[in-house]
């Protein structure tokens, strides 16, 4: 199955991230949790607008848009969406005009979550920003912005949609079949083992990408998805069904078996873009041990994940943990009403 760089590589694509993102240790962290040993793979540093996973993923969906013809393109995702502010940014840089949705997903949310973090980023990019008032309905998210891009081609317009619905061909989750060769290369230069690692679990075109991508270059490490937004059953279709359209997309037999996707959804309370007492607590012991920033949606909640886990026995004893940050450090300026209740509670993990 080697032959799945070559095939991704045959993909349309342009260049977006700063590649390779670096590979290390997390000495503080793993001494904090006592039973293994974690580093980090930095995809926080992937550069495009304050940087995060989804430059891998924009890389082929642009691509493909840029294959195509197109003079603007299209999404949806939530408020504090980094997917959105990193099409924003992708999209002016590839010359291209940007037509941003978000949709009302996390609820009781203050004046700075509307207009601080990302949000203020969008506007910076000039994006044109619409609102979709449901926060659970891909298939009406994914319509809407169709109505959008058909009344862009009234216009004269070339527009590209990036879709939000499991149902379309996981394009962006080639950018993870890259970047699970990135990491055995690395892994290989750097002389490390690693046993595990853990992700975020959304969309899953991050985790799937980079599942498929190890198994297909016959690697056995074990991948956990952290749920950010479902249930683990409801995940585990999720990233099964991806699985099957990313075969289908680069014309291979399916490599990831039922017993490859493993997800844990014991962070995932109060629900998506919503912070626990446990996400702020990783959060906070990952800036005081490291000094590195994680996201209340998604790194944060991966992290709290992983920590639980380990408390859980989950590993094995002294096992090498890789955790994949993927970005999102904007959303923490909308979120500074609820961290400073935890702050004020709880000044230091």
Same mark, same amino acid.
């Given at each position: 199955?080697?032959?799945?760089?070559? +095939?991704?590589?045959?993909?349309?694509?342009?260049?977006?991230?700063?590649? &390779?993102?670096?590979?290390?240790?997390?000495?503080?962290?793993?001494?904090?949790?006592?039973?293994?040993?974690?580093?980090?793979? +930095?995809?926080?540093?992937? %550069?495009?607008?304050?940087?995060?996973?989804?430059?891998?993923?924009?890389?082929?969906?642009?691509?493909?848009?840029?294959?195509?013809?197109?003079?603007?393109?299209?999404?949806?995702?939530?408020? $504090?969406?980094?997917?959105?502010?990193?099409? #924003?940014?992708? #999209?002016? $840089?590839?010359?291209?005009?940007?037509?941003?949705?978000?949709?009302? +997903?996390?609820?009781?949310?203050?004046?700075? /979550?509307?207009?601080?973090?990302?949000?203020?980023?969008?506007?910076?990019?000039? #994006?044109?920003?619409?609102?979709?008032?449901?926060?659970?309905?891909?298939? %009406?998210?994914?319509? $809407?912005?169709?109505?959008?891009?058909?009344?862009?081609?009234?216009?004269?317009?070339?527009? /590209?949609?990036?879709?939000?619905?499991?149902?379309?061909?996981?394009? %962006?989750?080639?950018? /993870?079949?890259?970047?699970?060769?990135?990491?055995? *290369?690395?892994?290989?230069? $750097?002389?490390?083992? @690693?046993?595990?690692?853990?992700?975020?679990?959304?969309?899953?075109?991050?985790?799937?990408?980079?599942?498929?991508?190890?198994?297909?270059?016959?690697?056995?490490?074990?991948?956990?998805?952290?749920?950010? +937004?479902?249930? #683990?059953?409801?995940?585990?279709?999720?990233?099964?069904?991806?699985?099957?359209?990313?075969?289908?997309?680069?014309?291979?037999?399916?490599?990831?078996?039922?017993?490859?996707?493993?997800?844990?959804?014991? *962070?995932?309370?109060?629900?998506?873009?919503?912070?626990?007492?446990?996400?702020?607590?990783?959060?906070?012991?990952?800036?005081?041990?490291? %000094? @590195?920033?994680?996201?209340?949606?998604?790194?944060?909640?991966?992290?709290?994940?992983?920590?639980?886990?380990?408390?859980?026995?989950?590993?094995? &004893?002294?096992?090498?943990?890789?955790?994949?940050?993927?970005?999102?450090?904007?959303?923490?300026?909308?979120?500074?009403?609820?961290?400073?209740?935890?702050?004020?509670?709880?000044?230091?993990?």
């Amino acid at each position: 199955m080697n032959d799945i760089v070559s +095939r991704v590589a045959a993909e349309p694509r342009v260049s977006l991230a700063h590649l &390779p993102t670096p590979l290390h240790a997390l000495p503080n962290l793993s001494r904090e949790i006592g039973n293994i040993s974690v580093s980090v793979k +930095r995809d926080d540093c992937t %550069g495009l607008a304050m940087g995060g996973n989804k430059a891998r993923q924009l890389e082929f969906y642009l691509g493909e848009a840029h294959h195509a013809g197109a003079d603007c393109v299209l999404i949806t995702g939530a408020v $504090q969406s980094n997917y959105v502010r990193a099409t #924003a940014a992708a #999209a002016r $840089q590839l010359g291209m005009n940007c037509h941003v949705q978000l949709e009302d +997903r996390v609820p009781d949310v203050d004046a700075t /979550y509307r207009r601080s973090g990302n949000v203020l980023l969008d506007r910076l990019f000039g #994006a044109t920003i619409h609102s979709y008032p449901e926060g659970e309905d891909e298939t %009406g998210a994914d319509r $809407q912005l169709e109505t959008i891009a058909a009344q862009l081609r009234r216009d004269g317009r070339r527009p /590209y949609v990036i879709h939000l619905g499991a149902a379309y061909p996981p394009r %962006g989750a080639l950018g /993870y079949v890259d970047a699970a060769a990135e990491i055995l *290369s690395q892994l290989s230069e $750097q002389s490390l083992r @690693v046993d595990d690692i853990v992700i975020p679990s959304g969309s899953s075109h991050t985790h799937t990408g980079l599942l498929f991508g190890l198994r297909a270059l016959g690697s056995p490490i074990r991948v956990t998805g952290i749920c950010v +937004r479902r249930s #683990a059953e409801q995940q585990h279709h999720r990233v099964g069904d991806c699985a099957a359209k990313l075969a289908s997309l680069v014309g291979i037999a399916n490599v990831v078996g039922d017993g490859d996707i493993q997800v844990y959804d014991g *962070s995932l309370a109060p629900g998506y873009g919503r912070v626990s007492e446990s996400v702020w607590r990783a959060i906070a012991t990952t800036a005081q041990t490291e %000094g @590195v920033l994680l996201d209340p949606v998604y790194s944060g909640k991966t992290m709290a994940g992983l920590l639980a886990l380990a408390v859980d026995g989950y590993f094995k &004893p002294s096992a090498s943990v890789l955790f994949v940050h993927t970005g999102g450090v904007p959303a923490l300026f909308a979120y500074e009403t609820a961290f400073e209740e935890f702050m004020n509670a709880s000044p230091t993990p």
